[in-house]
């Protein structure tokens, strides 16, 4: 048997992937090798990863893989807890997971985030709110629901921008949800 904090519990989530582009996160605390990808998701076009400074790349099509190196493109050799990563593929699919969960705002990936753009995710659904009240210095937040974008800015003179241009407001982030936070 394996002893848990308080703060994390054991479950079992599944992943509805949707033909097409997914931003996503690892719903529960575990790594995924690149290894392991092909054998958790099918019919994988592409996998990308931002590091902070470059993206990191994976495909399974040996052609599209040699176009990635070509353009200096680092191979992606895993995802992470509290990893945001973009998945493209070609098939609707549920992926089940199994561990411990965790929250993105327990995490140094978040706590410890410095200016500029974050591709994050999280195993326990979390707030806008709450990830804002642990930084005062977000500019926004962005998650893409597979057919568009939805973000929260706590401005109210950039909030009022997002809806006037028709994007929805977010307001929470759920469990294997990838997404963007812009730090000032």
Request: aromatic share 10%; charged share 10%; proline share 2%.
């Amino acid at each position: 048997s394996s002893v848990s904090s308080s703060s994390s519990q054991t479950n079992t989530t599944t992943q509805t992937i949707i033909n097409g582009w997914n931003l996503l996160s690892l719903p529960i605390d575990t790594t995924l090798n690149q290894t392991e990808f092909n054998s958790k998701y099918t019919n994988i076009v592409t996998m990308w990863k931002w590091t902070g400074t470059s993206w990191n790349a994976y495909s399974p099509n040996a052609s599209l893989s040699q176009k990635i190196a070509n353009a200096g493109i680092s191979a992606l050799s895993s995802i992470t807890t509290g990893d945001g990563y973009w998945l493209n593929t070609t098939q609707n699919q549920n992926v089940t997971f199994s561990g411990n969960s965790y929250n993105i705002k327990t995490l140094s990936k978040f706590t410890t985030a410095t200016t500029g753009w974050h591709l994050l995710g999280t195993g326990e659904s979390v707030t806008v709110n709450e990830l804002t009240a642990l930084k005062s210095n977000i500019v926004t937040i962005w998650k893409w629901s597979g057919t568009s974008w939805s973000a929260y800015g706590p401005n109210s003179t950039l909030a009022t921008k997002i809806s006037n241009a028709g994007i929805n407001t977010l307001n929470t982030i759920n469990a294997g949800d990838g997404f963007w936070v812009n730090l000032q």
